[in-house]
């Protein structure tokens, strides 16, 4: 086997269970969308061009509670901002690339991706032919349940299903393997606390996300730099 083709099998077989929790996802992105008054069509357009399950899910949301296109629009910029970070970071392992496909690539870049990119690009340095699979493998995963659970609609309820915890649970999955390094590990153990205690004094406190993801790291890079000067 050629080292194209030993990259596409590896990229495959290691986006799949991941692609299994993120169908999961989509299948609750596309009932949700349903119930929603979304058409058929504009939920496989928004999966099509967006491709961003929290960005879908919370706009299927807002649109549900009567908010406004511009509302919208910067809730939905203000959550993909850290595909900015993802693409910076990745940026080296797509060097490789020609221009026109490190133009397609960046689609595919958000957190699943990332991590498996990331990680590949450590180990064996840049390889966009990788990240290519892995993205496309999620790609199509989400299309396709996000078309069943358009198409299957009001007949089945995500929350009675538990389709909801797809999401938080694909998070944890990538998130143990990382945590190794104390400034990591600590980062994770804030952002519980400050969810906790958010969610605890302020139910449902829609920046409650945003609180925790811009305090938490701050304490693994105190705890990053220290760990230098030591």
């Known amino acids: 086997m050629d080292t194209k083709k030993r990259t596409v099998k590896t990229g495959f077989i290691e986006a799949l269970p991941l692609a299994i929790a993120i169908a999961a996802y989509g299948l609750s992105y596309g009932v949700l969308a349903t119930q929603a008054n979304l058409s058929l069509a504009s939920t496989i357009a928004m999966s099509l061009l967006v491709f961003s399950g929290s ?19 910067f809730t939905s910029v203000l959550l993909n901002l850290r595909n900015l970070l ?27 991706p990332f991590v498996l990119g990331s990680a590949r690009f450590q180990k064996h340095g840049p390889d966009p032919l990788y990240f290519g699979i892995v993205a496309s493998t999620f790609y199509v995963a989400w299309i396709i349940s996000s078309y069943i659970g358009a198409f299957i609609g009001g007949q089945i309820d995500p929350l009675k299903w538990g389709l909801d915890l797809a999401f938080p649970v694909t998070f944890v999955a990538l998130l143990i393997p990382s945590l190794k390094e104390k400034p990591i590990i600590a980062t994770a153990l804030t952002a519980i606390i400050i969810a906790t205690a958010l969610e605890y004094l302020i139910p449902g406190n829609e920046l409650t996300i945003i609180i925790t993801g811009v305090l938490s790291p701050l304490v693994g890079l105190y705890l990053k730099r220290r760990s230098r000067d030591d």
């Not at 970071?89 to 958000?110: C, D, H, M, N, T």
Request: glycine share 8%.
């Open 55 to 73: 960005v879908q899910m919370v706009t299927v949301a807002m649109l549900a509670s009567g908010a406004t296109f511009t509302s919208v629009l």
């Open 86 to 112: 993802y693409g910076a970071a990745l940026a080296e392992g797509f060097a490789p690339a020609k221009k026109k496909w490190r133009w397609l690539l960046s689609f595919g870049v958000s957190d699943e």
